[in-house]
Each structure stands twice: as structure tokens, then as C-alpha cells.
């Protein structure tokens, strides 16, 4: 049979609790140990004890292990950062070609119900002035063709 569940949570006994602090925290070294070996992984164990004293394991050099840990966390913070960026710029991306839909729609004269008096008498002004300039550059090309204009 197996053993039973224990509580989790702190010791109250100070020899009982650091007794069961070094059990566990060669245990762990073991366990690191033998996922490095296991599977080829690079392995940094940092303890520190309640008393205050350092306990570490390694499978490879420390130092460059922690710097390799640093460089990884802050290309993930860019790569993080920048995929927020590119959803903030979808987001505005969207909004923006929805608004250029609902412009073609009342351009090509769907959807005006909702459109009030002003509204329309300003898409009036603004679909007079593109005709005005759709004919002043089909008698400028007119012009150059030595074609005849068709007005």
C-alpha cells in the first residue's frame, strides 16, 4: 500500500521542519538531476533556506544558464509585445475598412434610410463633386486623344 496524503502547510516544529527541508531538497536535486540526464534539459535549481542559506544545483554552468533564462524571457516580452501590437493594429484595421464599406454603401445609394437631411445633402455635395471631377478628367484624356466628348 501506498503511503498516505499529507497536509500541505507549514511546519510548526523547527527541527521536524528542517528535517523535511533536506529530505525534500535532495530529493528535488535528485529529480533535477535526473530530468537533465533523462532528457537532455538544461537545469538551474536556486534554494533559498529559511535560515537564508543558498542551495543550488546545475546541470550545466549556472551563470550561463541564468543569462540564457534572461536573454529567453526578454525575446518573449518583444514577441509579446509585438503580437499586441499587431491586434491593436487589426482592431484599427477592421474599424477602418467598416467604415469605408458603410461610405461605399451610401455612395452607391444603399443604406440611406438612416441618414438624415444634412447627411444627405452632404453625400449630394460630395457625389457632385467627384462627377465634377470624373468629367473634367474625361475631357482632359478627351483632350489629348483628339477624341470627341460625349457629355
Same mark, same amino acid.
Given at each position: ?9 507549514? /511546519? ?17 536535486? %535528485?529529480? &533535477?538531476? =535526473?530530468? &537533465?540526464?533523462?532528457?537532455?534539459? =538544461?537545469?538551474?535549481? /536556486? !534554494? ?17 544558464? /541564468? ?11 518583444? !514577441? ?10 487589426? &482592431? ?5 475598412? $467598416?467604415?469605408?464599406?458603410?461610405? $461605399?454603401?451610401?455612395?452607391?445609394? @444603399? ?6 437631411? &444634412? ?8 457625389? @457632385? ?5 470624373? /468629367? ?11 477624341? %470627341?466628348?460625349?457629355?
Amino acid at each position: 500500500m501506498g503511503r498516505g496524503k499529507i497536509v500541505i502547510k507549514k /511546519i510548526d516544529n523547527m527541527t521536524s521542519r528542517q528535517v523535511t527541508f533536506s529530505k525534500r531538497r535532495t530529493g528535488l536535486f %535528485k529529480k &533535477a538531476k =535526473e530530468l &537533465a540526464i533523462l532528457c537532455d534539459a =538544461e537545469i538551474g535549481l /536556486i !534554494i533559498f533556506s529559511d535560515t537564508g542559506r543558498l542551495y543550488e544545483f546545475s546541470s550545466s554552468n549556472m551563470k550561463s544558464l /541564468i543569462e540564457k533564462y534572461s536573454k529567453a524571457k526578454e525575446e518573449n516580452h518583444l !514577441i509579446v509585445f509585438a503580437a499586441s501590437d499587431v491586434k491593436k493594429e487589426a &482592431a484599427s484595421l477592421r474599424q477602418q475598412f $467598416h467604415n469605408l464599406q458603410q461610405n $461605399h454603401r451610401k455612395m452607391m445609394g @444603399e443604406e440611406l434610410s438612416g441618414l438624415s437631411v &444634412a447627411d444627405l445633402q452632404n453625400l449630394q455635395n460630395q457625389l @457632385e463633386s467627384s462627377l465634377r471631377g470624373v /468629367i473634367m478628367r474625361k475631357t482632359s484624356a478627351a483632350l489629348k486623344d483628339g477624341s %470627341k466628348l460625349c457629355l
